[in-house]
């Protein structure tokens, strides 16, 4: 049994091309380049994630995005209409690259144990650490949409266990969008039998250069996860009845 069998996309709603209105930070803007290594981990809490770095331009962008909650879930409820699981945005990336570079979604990608040199916090420095890699997303060419984003720090309040803005804020960097970089598609044009990517020039109009603010002025809340979109679902195929998303428009 593959480690992510049961991180399938079957009940959840269908996540469509959207605009929504943190190393080194980088500008908004749609970066080309390779997959240098993705691999699978667990938060102390329980939370899997696959940790990306990613080489474009002579440079490696690193993300840690997020595929499940601490139970073990890859989608959240909507808030609307609670019978509606919605995918978590980490999911949506993690599933669109897989199917980008592969032709396959993360519940059937393969992991093989690698050494990779990890940094650890407790030492301040990059050691060397056994994880599960994706082998199927090494090298891989990819086209990611990155925006910059400046947020509240935050700090637990020891009386009530919430975590609440410090008043200082810092910038940080994170992965909305995935794009076959030959046709400029992503997976939700690529379902809809489109020979080439139209979203990529409209994503660009929108948030080339822009700085995202999420910081909570007058206490404002925060909503869903960005990049969330409901749609109607439809369950997963099996391998051998997917036809390939990409393959036939090259």
Partial sequence: MGLFNNLTTAGLEETTDRLGGGGRIIDTDIYSGRIAVAYHGVSQKGAQFIALHFKHDDQEYKETIYITNQKGENFFLNKDDK???????GFVVIDDLCLIATEKPLCEQETEEKVVNIYDYDLKKEVPKSVQVLTGLTDAPISFGIIRTLEDKTKKNDQTGEYEPTGETREVNSIEKVFHTELHLTVPEARAGK???????AWLAKNKGQIRDKTKKDGAKSGAPAGAAPGSAAPAAAAQARPSLFGAKK
């Fill in 195 to 201: 020979d080439r990517g139209e979203f990529w020039d």
């Fill in 83 to 89: 019978t509606k699981k919605v995918p978590l945005p």
